[in-house]
């Protein structure tokens, strides 16, 4: 693969960062998934606008415009061939040594971003519907900014995937704040389709907000509220969304079926907007 690294587009063996990166050191890093359909890249100015929410948050600096961004996305979706899958863009504070006062603001950011492939479209997981599990949100308190700290959803998953599932979805204070790496969306046996309101208990997904978008546009009723996993339970169906999973149906909370098990037809519906939705406005 060709990575991108400061500025140059680098084979990914000679792509390297210091031992003194803030990045590797603190974790003190910032990043953006971006997905790719055909080529072409997906909401890329919402995940944009998001990295700059980030950066404002955290104080970090980047010279790069948002067209220079998307240049360099495109030149790594060109250089790699890639079709289908997504590119990761990583912004970290720098090279310093190590220490808990942030260095000077013209310490030089670090920049990597590379593609990967990923089935999107045809995913077997989207078919089957996921098994989400539940596990206590032990997760710092400022989850609306996308950090690189993901040993504890890391931890989440693999308890999940240990109690059979393939997801957790996080629990905190009796109710869901999101998946270890989605939103998380429920419709009621009332027809209302109910996901979390933001704040900084959870990430502002940019999927998220297109799903919500497109939901309204299909008529249905929507409630931004939190739910209980109880109330997952005994949804008519649920679903989880970002940028590389879309929307992804939801089969079972905690071992329960929601519904009859299988993929509900206002999950497929929104899935197929949201896939009609990105290949239209793609870039
Ligand atoms: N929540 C968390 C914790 C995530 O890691 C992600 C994926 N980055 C999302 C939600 C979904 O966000 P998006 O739709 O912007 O990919």
Known sequence: RTVYINGQYLPEAQATVSVFDRGFLMADAIYEVCAVLEGKLIDCQGHFTRLRRSMAEL???LE?????LLEMHRTLIEKNALDEGLVYLQ????VVDRDFAYPPEDTPPTLVAFTQDKAIVESALAKRGARVATQPDLRWHRRDIKTTQL???SMAKMAAKAAGADDAWLVEEGYVTEGSSSNAF???QDNV???RELSTDLLHGITRAAVISLAEDEGLAIELRAFTPDEAKSAREAFMTSATSMVTSVISVDGHLIGSGAPGPVAD???AHYLEHSRAHAM
């Open 59 to 61: 104080s970090m600096n």
């Open 64 to 68: 790069l415009s948002d067209d220079a």
């Open 91 to 94: 912004l970290t504070r720098g």
């Open 151 to 153: 040993l504890y959803p």
């Open 186 to 188: 429920i419709l009621t």
């Open 193 to 195: 389709l109910v996901t």
């Open 269 to 271: 519906k929104l899935r």
